[in-house]
């Protein structure tokens, strides 16, 4: 079992920014590839960024390409989404989820092929 806990959501104004942290426990961190995703008020859940379980190999949405960056610290458990020129479009609940295995680019964008999932963040962007 893996155990996700995101923080840094909130409110903030078009343009402006926040970094989003996902906690994990349990089982080996660095063992599971790391997703974002985020759901909308009457929209399905998507992806948003996805990152291998060394920290090499990253991708995007095409929506967030270029404004929203995935990283993690092994040493720390954790995973961050930094969100810059933040859109109204951008406001949802934001989850992080943790995948075993190792990194594939055409199943990374899958929100089924991720074991665990944390319980959400929420991030309104206003206008």
């Known amino acids: 079992q893996v155990q996700l806990v995101e923080s840094g959501g909130g409110l903030v104004q078009a343009g402006g920014s926040l970094r989003l942290s996902c906690a994990a426990s349990?089982?080996?961190?660095?063992?599971?590839?790391m997703g974002w995703f985020r759901q909308a008020p009457g929209k399905e859940r998507e992806f948003v960024a996805a990152?291998?379980?060394?920290?090499?190999?990253?991708s995007y949405s095409d929506s967030v390409k270029g404004r929203f960056t995935i990283s993690r610290d092994n040493a720390e458990n954790t995973v961050y989404l930094q969100m810059n020129s933040l859109k109204p479009e951008d406001t949802a609940v934001y989850y992080c989820a943790a995948r075993g295995g190792s990194y594939s680019s055409g199943i990374a964008g899958r929100s089924g092929s991720y074991d665990y999932w944390g319980q959400g963040t929420q991030v309104t962007v206003s206008s």
């Open positions: 349990g089982r080996t961190f660095s063992n599971h590839v």
């Open positions: 990152i291998s379980r060394s920290g090499g190999i990253t």
